[in-house]
C-alpha cells in the first residue's frame, strides 16, 4: 500500500534554514507529481507546493515563494522540502501528499516550530 | 488564485440528523477534456491527517460510507452526510484541483448537538 513518512522537523529559530524529506512507498515514485501541504496550530490546510514527476517543474505559494525549495530524488523515491529564511508564521505541520489532481494518500505531518 | 469559500464555518447536528456543507468556488472550475468538476472533499479528525472522501465532486472515494454524498456545478459544491454519525466529528475541507496554487477552503467543523 501506498506508505508517505515525513522527517526532519523540529524547532528553528526564525532566519534559520530546514530540510524536510517524505519518504515514498508502494507506488511507482517518478510517474507522480508530489505536494506539501502545510497546517498551522488549530488552522486550515494551506497547500505549499507541487512538483511534477520528473522534477522539472515547480509551483509554490505566494507565501513561500523565493524561501522554499522543493526538489525530488527518483532514485531514493524521497521528496524534500528546502526551508530558508524561516518566519514565525511558517510554524505548521507539513504534509506531503501524492498528485492525482485530487490527493487521496497523504503522510503523517512533521512539525516545524520556528521559535526564538 | 481560485478562492474556496465554505459555509458554514461550523455546524452541530443530531445523531442521526443530515448535514449539508457548501463550498463556492470563486470561478470555474470545470475540466473541460471530461466534463468533471476539480473538486475533492476532505476529512480531518483531531491528531489526523486529511482523508480523501470525494473526488470530481461526486466520486465516492472506495470505503467511504455510502451516507457521504457530494454535489454540485458550475461554482457552488456540497457535501452531505445524510445521517450523521458520531464518527464523523471532523472538520471537512473542499479543495480546487483545476489549477495551481491548489486552494482550500477554510474548513467546517462537524459537531454532535
Known amino acids: 500500500q501506498v506508505q508517505l513518512v515525513e522527517s526532519g522537523g523540529g524547532v528553528v529559530q526564525p532566519g534559520r534554514s530546514l530540510r524536510l524529506s517524505c519518504a515514498a512507498s508502494?507506488?511507482?515514485?517518478?510517474?507522480?507529481?508530489l505536494h506539501w501541504v502545510r497546517q498551522a496550530p488549530g488552522k486550515g490546510l494551506e497547500w505549499v507546493a507541487l512538483i511534477s514527476p520528473d522534477g522539472n517543474t515547480e509551483y509554490y505559494a505566494d507565501s513561500v515563494k523565493g524561501r522554499f525549495t522543493i526538489s525530488r530524488d527518483n532514485s531514493k523515491n524521497t521528496l524534500y522540502l528546502q526551508m530558508n529564511s524561516l518566519r514565525a508564521e511558517d510554524t505548521a505541520v507539513y504534509y506531503c501528499?501524492?498528485?492525482?489532481?485530487?490527493?487521496?494518500?497523504w503522510g503523517q505531518g512533521t512539525l516545524v516550530t520556528v521559535s526564538s | 488564485d481560485i478562492v474556496m469559500t465554505q459555509s458554514p464555518d461550523s455546524l452541530a447536528v443530531s445523531l442521526g440528523e443530515m448535514a449539508t456543507i457548501n463550498c463556492k468556488s470563486s470561478q470555474s472550475i470545470l475540466d473541460s477534456s471530461n466534463n468533471k468538476q476539480c473538486l475533492a472533499w476532505y476529512q480531518q479528525k483531531p491528531g489526523q491527517s486529511p482523508k480523501l472522501l470525494i473526488s470530481w465532486a461526486s466520486t465516492r472515494e472506495s470505503g467511504v460510507p455510502d451516507r457521504f454524498s457530494g454535489s454540485g456545478s458550475a461554482t457552488d459544491f456540497t457535501l452531505t452526510i445524510s445521517s450523521l454519525q458520531a464518527e464523523d466529528v471532523a472538520v471537512y475541507y473542499c479543495q480546487q484541483y483545476y489549477n495551481t496554487p491548489r486552494t482550500f477552503g477554510q474548513g467546517t467543523k462537524v459537531e454532535i448537538k
Open positions: 508502494g507506488f511507482t515514485f517518478s510517474i507522480y507529481g
Open positions: 501528499a501524492k498528485d492525482d489532481g485530487y490527493s487521496n494518500n
